[in-house]
């Protein structure tokens, strides 16, 4: 057993485990919480829980990252399709959160100083297109072992294929519009979930049987 690439592949589960959790936590349950709670209780909040939060949150999308950089540079994930998708997924969620996130939070928080007003969507859109991609990136993690079909062989000798072309492109043009694009459907707990498995669907597809 090599041990480095054992614990590489634990720690990047661990750490993944860490950032989806709180990213589906500050979605699901904290952002549907601060539009009903009284004003002194969401204040009360945003300076004392929600800062503890993000920093769970920044650093456990720190060691997803670095944990699946490795893994996809020393165990050779670039010759499969899947893991291609699902590390582009990652990549553009782990620059969401210390190049958008992040910063936009530290003004909500009043950690910095700035124009909340104008932060607080920015790190919504953002953080919204993580959970849009997250299904996408769990299933390019899976697939690059458990996976079946023609994305198993989406990289060769003789270049990309056609279905992972288009899948990388579907992939990016979701990341530009999580920088200045609109909500959409994303706008909701339950629009942004629905959007996020049909999107895994659709990747699947294509890498598949394009």
Known sequence: ??????????????????WIGLLY??????????????????????????????????????????TGLYLYVKLGGSANAYISVGALAGTIMFLNVWLIIWPAQK???????????????????????????????????????HGTGDAINGLSATGLSIGLIIALLVVILLG???????????????????SSIVLAVILFGILNFL
């Open 1 to 18: 057993m090599n041990y480095v690439d054992f614990l590489a592949r634990w720690g990047h589960v661990l750490f993944g485990i860490t």
């Open 25 to 66: 936590y500050f979605n699901f349950v904290q952002g549907e919480y601060f539009k009903e709670a009284e004003a002194d209780a969401k204040s009360n909040a945003v300076k004392k829980l929600v800062p503890r939060a993000l920093w769970w949150f920044r650093w456990g999308a720190m060691g997803t990252f670095l």
């Open 107 to 145: 003004i909500v928080c009043g950690i910095v100083d700035g124009d909340a007003a104008a932060a607080a969507p920015k790190a919504a859109l953002a953080s919204r297109t993580n959970v849009l991609l997250s299904a996408a990136m769990l299933m390019g993690m899976l697939g690059s072992k």
């Open 176 to 194: 530009v519009n999580g920088v200045k694009g609109k909500m959409g459907p994303m706008a909701s707990v339950s629009g942004v979930i629905t």
